[in-house]
């Protein structure tokens, strides 16, 4: 499960910008396209956090919706896989524009 290892980087990234103040709230961002499992990461946040300024903080999870740009005819839609085509000229050259995110967006601390 490499949402163990995701997590645990997620903890150490709000700890290091933290300032030494306690941590509250997390919001991160998901991709659709990630390979993240939203609800993985949530079951390891307690594990990660357990001891850390992040101890009892709550983790917000906002899933980003996968978009693709079509190379051909510019048509921006939605991607359920990388290997869509465009649904307007059903051109290949498509162009992942969103879904691929896994970012810490903000924090609350004490």
């Known amino acids: 499960m490499h949402e163990l290892s995701l997590t645990q980087g997620v903890v150490d990234i709000c700890e290091s910008s933290a300032g030494g ?3 509250t709230a997390v919001v991160l961002q998901i991709g ?3 390979s993240v499992v939203p609800e993985a990461v949530e079951f ?3 594990a ?3 001891g850390t300024l992040l101890e009892g903080a709550r983790l917000i999870i906002e899933q980003i919706p996968a978009r693709g740009r079509c190379g051909d005819c510019s048509t921006e839609f ?3 896989s990388y290997y869509n085509s ?3 000229c059903a ?3 498509v162009t992942i524009i969103s879904g691929e995110e896994l970012r810490v ?3 609350e601390v004490d």
Request: glycine share 4%.
């Open 21 to 23: 103040r306690r941590v």
């Open 32 to 34: 659709e396209l990630s």
């Open 44 to 46: 390891c946040f307690e």
């Open 48 to 50: 990660c956090s357990r």
């Open 78 to 80: 939605p991607l359920r």
């Open 86 to 88: 465009c649904p307007s």
């Open 91 to 93: 051109g290949h050259r």
């Open 105 to 107: 967006k903000e924090m």
